[in-house]
Nanobody, 118 residues
Framework: VQLQASGGGLVQAGGSLRLSCAASGSVFSINIMGWYRQAPGKQRELVAVTNTGGGANYADSVKGRFTIFRYNAENTVYLQMNSLKPEDTAVYYC?????????????WGQGTQVTVSS
């Protein structure tokens, strides 16, 4: 099983980016999918998560600016990031709690860099 993340890049403050993450391999079902981020010198933190039913939770720092959504049929989760701020600069990691032939486990993507210039 692999989580392939993409969509990061360099953007000016106030701009937008969309991250995507697709789970591939022998995936039977996915429960939680989400995004975390880690800035230099800081711990990894939750950005947003969504469940199979479409419910979502967001970090307070991104509420109203970021939207997480997923296409269950494609095992893909997206993070639409608007009104980006320099403090959003970080490596963004996708995360999924999913079931394979070995049962339920949590997987991480490789990370994609988001840099917001002021």
């Amino acid at each position: 099983v692999q989580l392939q993340a993409s969509g990061g890049g360099l953007v000016q403050a106030g701009g937008s980016l969309r991250l995507s993450c697709a789970a591939s391999g022998s995936v039977f079902s996915i429960n939680i999918m989400g995004w975390y981020r880690q800035a230099p010198g800081k711990q990894r933190e939750l950005v947003a998560v969504t469940n199979t039913g479409g419910g979502a939770n967001y970090a307070d720092s991104v509420k109203g600016r970021f939207t997480i959504f997923r296409y269950n049929a494609e095992n893909t989760v997206y993070l639409q990031m608007n009104s980006l701020k320099p403090e959003d600069t970080a490596v963004y990691y996708c995360n999924a709690h999913l079931r394979t032939t070995d049962g339920w486990s949590t997987y991480w993507g490789q990370g994609t860099q988001v840099t917001v210039s002021s």
